[in-house]
């Protein structure tokens, strides 16, 4: 098992195509990794923080609400709350990125059908990243209400 790794490790750090009859330590070098350093591979680094950011804020805020109410209330909806909070895990979440890209996809989308068919002017993009920073925690609901119910017991 070490040694595919320490394969696919030294082909990084290559300057050449690893052959079987040419693995040495005499060309290895820093240059693949430049890619690291620009401005595109910043910016999605950036994206891609700003939107897990904004998820996990999102599913924060939107699963404390249930978990408590299912942990620390004697409300009549509670075991309601409860079930539709563990009900999503046995969905898998590629079947709820399928779904938010068929109702929001911009050309096409669900969504986008019925508002212009009423008259307004407004494009629902799932692709922007506030859609995408909505996405994860609607379908991850689960995570976000059962995981804070544990820091309310009764």
Same mark, same amino acid.
């Given at each position: 098992?070490?040694?595919?790794?320490?394969?696919?490790?030294?082909?990084?750090?290559?300057?050449?195509?690893?052959?079987?009859?040419?693995?040495?330590?005499?060309?290895?070098?820093?240059?693949?990794?430049s890619v690291l350093a620009?401005?595109?591979?910043?910016?999605?680094?950036?994206? &891609?923080? #700003?939107?897990?950011?904004? $998820?996990?804020? *999102?599913? =924060?805020?939107?699963?404390?609400?249930?978990?408590? +109410? /299912?942990?620390?209330?004697?409300?009549?909806?509670?075991?309601?709350?409860?079930?539709?909070?563990?009900?999503?895990?046995?969905?898998?979440?590629?079947?709820?990125?399928?779904?938010? &890209?068929? #109702?929001?996809?911009?050309? $096409?989308?669900? *969504?986008? =059908?019925?508002?212009?068919?009423?008259?307004?002017? +407004? /494009?629902?993009?799932?692709?922007?990243?506030?859609?995408?920073?909505?996405?994860?925690?609607?379908?991850?609901?689960?995570?976000?209400?059962?995981s804070p119910t544990a820091?309310f017991p009764s």
């Open positions: 098992m070490a040694l595919p790794m320490l394969l696919i490790l030294l082909a990084a750090f290559s300057d050449s195509f690893l052959r079987p009859d040419d693995i040495g330590l005499d060309s290895l070098t820093l240059a693949n990794f620009s401005t595109q591979a910043l910016t999605t680094l950036g994206n &891609s923080v #700003l939107i897990a950011g904004c $998820a996990s804020a *999102l599913a =924060l805020l939107i699963g404390c609400d249930p978990a408590f +109410i /299912t942990a620390r209330t004697s409300s009549p909806a509670r075991r309601f709350l409860y079930c539709t909070g563990i009900a999503p895990m046995f969905l898998p979440s590629l079947g709820g990125a399928l779904a938010w &890209s068929l #109702l929001g996809s911009p050309a $096409a989308g669900y *969504l986008n =059908l019925v508002v212009q068919s009423v008259g307004l002017d +407004i /494009t629902v993009n799932i692709y922007s990243t506030g859609a995408s920073s909505w996405s994860p925690p609607s379908t991850t609901h689960p995570t976000r209400s059962c820091c």
